[in-house]
């Protein structure tokens, strides 16, 4: 079992800035990928950014060179740093962690999701 809590959001006017936090505990292996998703209403959960123990980082087009992913492989936390926030990052934004063992490749747990609300 992983566990993975989030923190940080909350209501935000447009040029603004949030900081997400995500804490896993648990059965964690050593290599894995953590990263954020979001979902907006009435549409679908879509990356935001992802970022596997080694380093490598993947990014939607929508939020290069306005959101920073970062994260402590020995603390297991994972940080989004969001400058720059418009309307249309409004969504509940999800904490990820993708790791595999024999039973279960490439398993996905979630957190319970955090509300980032993008308006003046």
């Known amino acids: 079992q992983v566990q993975l809590v989030e923190s940080g959001g909350g209501l935000v006017q447009p040029g603004g800035s949030l900081r997400l936090s995500c804490a896993a505990s648990?059965?964690?292996?050593?290599?894995?990928?953590m990263g954020w998703y979001r979902q907006a209403p009435g549409n679908q959960r879509e990356l935001v950014a992802t970022?596997?123990?080694?380093?490598?980082?993947n990014y939607a087009d929508s939020v290069k060179g306005r959101f920073t992913i970062s994260r402590d492989n020995a603390k297991h936390t994972v940080n989004l740093q969001m400058n720059t926030l418009k309307p249309e990052d409004t969504a509940v934004y999800y904490c990820?962690?993708?790791?595999?063992?024999?039973?279960?490749?490439?398993?996905?747990?979630w957190g319970q999701g955090t509300q980032v609300t993008v308006s003046s």
């Open positions: 970022m596997a123990s080694g380093g490598s980082t």
């Open positions: 990820n962690l993708r790791q595999s063992n024999a039973y279960r490749p490439d398993y996905d747990y």
């Open positions: 648990g059965n964690i292996f050593r290599i894995n990928v």
